[in-house]
């Protein structure tokens, strides 16, 4: 059974940190990978990553992926308030079009 | 506008009641689905549909039900609501055939609590 899971669950820093969120995955027949931002409402998107596009970048946050390793890494620099937020991995792979989210990773800056 | 909507926003109702969640896009996809968001869980697939003639259980269907009444909407039925169903639930839209790049656009999600 497809998988994704996220470290660490939870995560407190201050403004200006640099923070690392983690997601793993044991998929069959792997074809992307999804990051979300969820901030008290929808979810909205951040990054795929796929075989032929293995790193992100977008301000100060980037992505990159593993694909011997099967993990993805989401990376915020110089944090802000409003980065606070619940920060959704998923695999986007299967040929239904459904998501496989892992659990989440709640950041909390603050000021 | 937003391009995926869902009414209401907020619900609390009793056990044992019927509650139907209204969803409606203006994307032009073709695949809807549902989620259920609890803390600790991240989202959990209920129903997914492609067309209006074609739903799909998700891993956990149990106690829901759903219909697809055009490309444009997908409602979410709890026939006889019960506590454990209290929840933020969302619905997607997504396109079809995108080879395994399967990014979703979210609604802003319908808070449910049943007492």
């Known amino acids: 059974e497809d998988k994704v899971v996220q470290s660490p669950l939870s995560l407190v820093v201050h403004e200006g940190d640099t923070v690392t969120l983690n997601c793993s995955y044991e998929?069959?027949?792997?074809?992307?990978l999804l990051w979300y931002k969820q901030e008290k409402k929808a979810p909205t998107f951040l990054f795929m990553l796929?075989?032929?596009?293995i790193e992100k970048k977008s301000g100060r946050l980037s992505s990159i992926l593993d694909k011997k390793e099967l993990f993805s890494i989401l990376n915020i620099t110089a944090t802000q308030t409003g980065d606070s937020a619940v920060y959704l991995c998923?695999?986007?792979?299967?040929?239904?079009?459904?998501?496989?989210f892992g659990q989440g990773t709640t950041l909390q800056v603050k000021p | 506008d937003a391009d995926v909507t869902q009414t209401p926003r907020n619900r609390i109702t009793k056990t044992g009641k019927r509650i139907m969640l209204e969803c409606s896009q203006t994307?032009?996809?073709?695949?809807m689905y549902w989620y259920r968001q609890d803390p600790g869980l991240g989202l959990r697939l209920i129903y997914y549909?492609?067309?209006?003639?074609?739903?799909n259980k998700g891993e956990i269907s149990d106690g829901y039900s759903v219909s697809r009444q055009a490309q444009a909407k997908f409602s979410l039925s709890l026939e006889s609501a019960i506590p454990n169903q209290t929840a933020l639930y969302f619905c997607?839209?997504?396109?079809?055939?995108?080879?395994?790049?399967?990014?979703?656009?979210f609604g802003p999600g319908t808070r449910l609590t049943v007492l």
């Open positions: 997607a839209t997504s396109e079809a055939g995108t080879g395994g790049r399967n990014e979703q656009f």
């Open positions: 549909s492609f067309d209006v003639k074609d739903i």
């Open positions: 796929t075989s032929s596009g």
């Open positions: 998923a695999d986007g792979s299967s040929n239904t079009g459904k998501l496989i």
């Open positions: 994307k032009g996809h073709d695949r």
């Open positions: 998929v069959t027949n792997f074809r992307s």
